[in-house]
């Protein structure tokens, strides 16, 4: 079955940086939609960031120019490189795969990031 597996969460202060690394297997990778979704307490599981099969990215607008999602599709790999982070930003990332033209969906088990002083 397919598996996202993410790494790379955290403690980190204020203004810091964390890159998070989700690495899919049993998939094909390089024709899926991958996303982060961030998940605070008492909160939906809210959009991050996501980066299309072409390369194609979206920010949710509080992460734009904070955040950087990148994939490598020879790793079976997406990032998200965090800068500058704000203790909003603490949570739980949860990588999402997807194909939505065949109603394919896939989730890791999320990583907690914590952003406090």
């Known amino acids: 079955q397919v598996q996202l597996v993410e790494s790379g969460g955290g403690l980190v202060q204020p203004g810091g940086s964390l890159r998070l690394s989700c690495a899919a297997s049993r998939l094909f990778f390089r024709v899926y939609a991958m996303g982060w979704y961030r998940q605070a307490p008492g909160a939906e599981r809210d959009l991050v960031a996501s980066i299309a099969s072409d390369g194609s990215t979206n920010y949710a607008d509080s992460e734009k120019g904070r955040f950087i999602i990148s994939r490598d599709n020879a790793k079976n790999t997406v990032y998200l490189q965090m800068n500058n982070l704000k203790p909003e930003d603490t949570g739980v990332y949860y990588c999402?795969?997807?194909?939505?033209?065949?109603?394919?969906?896939?989730w890791g088990q999320g990583t907690q990031v914590t952003v406090s002083s």
């Open positions: 999402n795969a997807e194909r939505t033209d065949y109603g394919l969906r896939f």
